[in-house]
């Protein structure tokens, strides 16, 4: 006999991790519609997202509804079909479209934004969610539950700041990854099965050569000793010359700029003119940032420098879907630091504000 009630969490307020509140007893949800199916999800998988919803540090542009089940990244087996659901059947396994309705523009629209999962409609922190078949994509068939839980923000905002807009990824070019989290990291083993070089940045050298290790498969023997390079910012403040420096003296084609205003201008002058700086985070706002690097004038940083500058969201479900089969062929499997149990997942936010992972932070159903 089916389950009539199952786990789930809410965001109860939004003063903090403590916020969330884990409940026991909620009625499974039913198919809303034919096209309807009903997700048993297995894994989710944490994105700073996640973090800046439950500290009220989320700056979109809509409101967070209350008791909103948090967490936008999940994965899972189909457990139910409607009578017209033609795209998946029971026993797929697929990962929900973050955010629903984002299918086909290259940039994303309000009304998309407004179907966020986990901030503006309701998240996978539960054991079953319900969405329309065309909300929801397969996942690589070399992939388990808890490797697709890392695809609908990470990955899909890597592919998003590389192959989604102009320009594109090349072989042979150079892409400057900051930071170690779950974007930078999905975009360097993104590039380098596509053939381009990584440059990674840290300022943990125990960081860059766990992530060097890490990465080095997706690397063929014949390849120079330049496939993967990176720079320890403790130790050398001007990264930006670095960069260039790394790259033959000449800028890098693209940056996954994470950090925002402590690092933005530094970005550009490491990007090559008409190469592309694709801005998808801001984490450096949670940490002191120098009066001279906010005080820096970066209209005329961009002016001078002729680079691409432009705010990245994830790829639409098309370029999903196209991601998922590059995965698949291109060998590339995500960077797990840890793994939480489902009612431990206030402890995985903690880990993950902690900022010591290397990789994507997930929790277990």
């Avoid at 890392?150 to 890597?158: E, I, K, Q, R, S």
């Avoid at 989604?164 to 072989?171: D, K, R, V």
């Avoid at 099965?193 to 840290?202: N, P, Y």
Wanted: aromatic share 6%; charged share 20%.
């Amino acid at each position: 006999m089916a389950l009539q009630t199952m786990k789930r969490y809410i965001v109860s307020h939004r003063e903090g991790i403590n916020g969330l509140k884990l409940q026991t007893e909620v009625p499974v949800p039913e198919l809303r519609s034919p096209t309807d199916i009903r997700i048993n999800i297995k894994y989710l998988s944490l994105n700073a997202r996640d973090l800046q919803i439950v500290n009220n540090d989320y700056p979109a542009p809509h409101d967070v509804p209350q008791d909103c089940v948090p967490v936008s990244d999940g994965c899972g087996v189909v457990e139910a079909v409607g009578s017209e659901v033609t795209l998946f059947k029971v026993g797929d396994k697929v990962a929900p479209v973050f955010p629903q309705g984002h299918h086909y523009e290259e940039d994303l629209a309000l009304r998309s934004l407004k179907r966020g999962l986990g901030g503006a409609i309701d998240g996978v922190a539960a054991e079953y969610f319900v969405c329309d078949q065309e909300e929801a994509v397969h996942i690589p068939s070399n992939f388990d539950c808890l490797q697709g839980s890392t695809l609908p923000v990470g990955f899909t905002t890597a592919w998003s700041s590389l192959y989604s807009h102009h320009p594109a990824l090349q072989a042979g070019q150079t892409v400057l990854c900051l930071g170690t989290g779950g974007v930078s990291l999905c975009a360097a083993q993104i590039a380098l099965s596509a053939g381009a070089r990584v440059i990674l940045t840290s300022s943990s050298q125990s960081k860059l050569d766990k992530v060097t290790k890490l990465l080095r498969d997706l690397v063929p023997d014949s390849a120079p000793n330049n496939a993967i390079q990176t720079i320890d910012y403790s130790k050398i403040d001007a990264w930006d010359v670095e960069a260039r420096r790394l790259n033959g003296g000449t800028g890098v084609d693209f940056v996954i700029e994470i950090a925002g205003r402590a690092t933005l201008a530094r970005s550009i002058r490491s990007t090559k003119q008409g190469g592309l700086v694709a801005i998808s985070g801001y984490m450096s706002d949670y940490k002191p940032i120098p009066d001279h690097l906010i005080q820096e004038d970066i209209a005329k940083v961009i002016l001078y420098s002729a680079a691409n500058v432009r705010g990245v969201f994830v790829c639409n479900r098309e370029d999903f879907k196209t991601a998922v089969s590059a995965l698949e062929l291109g060998g590339v499997k995500p960077i797990i630091d840890k793994v939480f149990k489902f009612d431990d997942l206030k402890d995985a936010y903690r880990y993950m504000e902690e900022g010591r992972h290397i990789g994507k932070v997930c929790i277990e159903l």
